[in-house]
């Protein structure tokens, strides 16, 4: 069975940590280790040590979106990790906006991936982009791109793609999830989930022909969108009936605690620290 340990989120669960605003899983199983995302930047290289897991192990890293929060430690793990193969979609390198308020009081923020493909090959990333779903481990793959099939799940109005004052939505095609078999049923390590949660969790079941779900881990993004679509999202969860949701991140407090509420102690708040040992 794999062993997920939470590297970088917003928040820690234990004392010596980094918190920052981000996501990092270091994923082992059996004869294989491999890092989902690199956390913001500030805390990736500290938390691993910290936690006595040797980055210099990593030969294989997935990205799970292009966003900053994802993406930030890449140099900093190529550091370490030297000659990676870097595993993602092609549209990680998009430039990406989010657009906060309007008119006079229009913010636009950059939030994509820090650094450019060359900079990071210089470093020593070997990429390994596609759209379709690819196996990096045995019983170990990315969704690739995500169909949306529910009809609640619509994509976060505030983010965009574009640049120089020329953006349109963000489709994330790029976002995509770690699925790993196991005897249990599917463990689903999620980045963002901004291609929707029940949508991730329908292509994972798509791509292994395993209906059972185990677990899921990571962001899901419900903190951001409306109260409607977090309880459509609830109740779909509650048909697929995950044993564990250690969910954080993107989350948010509220949907943490509505999750919490319906699922009792089936829910764990996933912070930096926190260790799943599924044997
Ligand atoms: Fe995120
Ligand atoms: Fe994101």
């Known amino acids: 069975m794999p062993k997920i340990t939470i590297l970088c989120e917003n928040t820690v669960g234990r004392p010596g940590l980094i918190g920052e605003h981000g996501f990092s899983a270091w994923v082992e199983l059996e004869g294989e280790t491999l890092l989902l995302d690199t956390g913001a930047g500030q805390g990736v290289v500290h938390n691993a040590l910290a936690m006595g897991k040797d980055l210099a192990e990593i030969e294989k890293i997935m990205i799970s979106h292009g966003h900053y ?39 636009v923020r950059s939030i994509g991936l820090p650094f450019g493909r060359e900079y990071l090959e210089g470093q020593g990333a070997e990429f390994v982009l596609s759209e379709g779903v690819q196996e990096v481990a045995p019983g170990a793959r990315l969704t690739g791109e995500v169909p949306r099939v529910t009809d609640f799940e619509v994509n976060d109005p505030m983010l965009f793609e574009g640049q120089g004052g020329t953006y ?21 390590v999620f980045g963002c989930a901004h291609a929707g949660m029940i949508n991730t969790i ?78």
């Open 168 to 188: 349109a939505p963000d489709p994330f095609l790029d976002d995509q999830s770690l699925v790993l078999e196991s005897p249990l049923g599917l463990i689903i």
């Open 69 to 107: 929060d994802h993406t930030g430690g890449l140099n900093m793990v190529l550091g370490q990790a030297r000659g990676a193969e870097v595993y993602g979609h092609p549209d990680i390198f998009k430039n990406r906006v989010a657009i906060i308020g309007r008119g006079d009081n229009r913010i």
């Open 202 to 279: 329908r292509q994972a079941q798509a791509i292994t022909g395993q209906d059972q779900v185990y677990a899921l881990l990571g962001g899901t993004h419900l903190g951001f969108h409306t109260p409607e679509r977090l309880e459509a999202s609830i109740q779909a969860l509650k048909e697929i009936d995950p044993a564990v949701v250690a969910v954080s991140h993107c989350t948010g407090m509220k949907p943490a605690a509505r999750l919490m509420q319906e699922f009792g102690d089936r829910f764990v708040f996933a912070n930096a620290g926190s260790v799943f040992d599924f044997d």
